[in-house]
């Protein structure tokens, strides 16, 4: 079923159903809480866009477990603007921790890249990565990205969290700009 909404002054239509979504969820779950069977894991979640993965996948894990937010922006609009802004920091104490790092999309890397500098001076044991979506054709950084759920293409995308211009996130469906 292809559905059209409008956000601003822009039409989207329907491009990953919250069916997918929750089965690629269940998948990463499912390898999280193989991997980290016997482990204690820091879960730091990349807000705003992530804040309904962080949800669905923090319900589906059954290891033992904390969760923090980091808050950053890079967006104006539908494009990156390569500058990363910090608006909330960390302020947990994650040294010598295994910190699993949840962010909605990976498009040029640049806010990973962030992330991760940030985290590093903290020394935490390791960090790896899941990300629910990864345009591959706007990626250039070389971070491992340890947990995929989905590659898309390069196109702009609004729903489950993730939003054009702050509008958009309610949607339970992924949506694609029209071209
Ligand atoms: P990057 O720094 O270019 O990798 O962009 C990553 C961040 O930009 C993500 O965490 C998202 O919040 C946001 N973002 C990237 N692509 C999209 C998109 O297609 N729609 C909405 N937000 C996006
Ligand atoms: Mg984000």
Redesign the pocket.
Known sequence: MNNTIRILEKEFVTFISYIEIEKVVDRLACQLNNDFRNDEVLFIG?LN?SFMFIADLFKRLNIKCRITFLKLA??LGTE?TGK?QTLIGINEDIRGKIVVVI??????????EKIIEQLVPYEPAMIKIVTLLL?PG?YKKKIKLDYVGMEIPDN???GYG???DGFGRNYEDIYVVKQ
């Open positions: 990349i866009g890079s967006y990156s990363v962010e909605d999309i990976v498009d040029s890397g640049v806010t990973l345009k706007a702009f995308i609004v993730l939003d054009y």
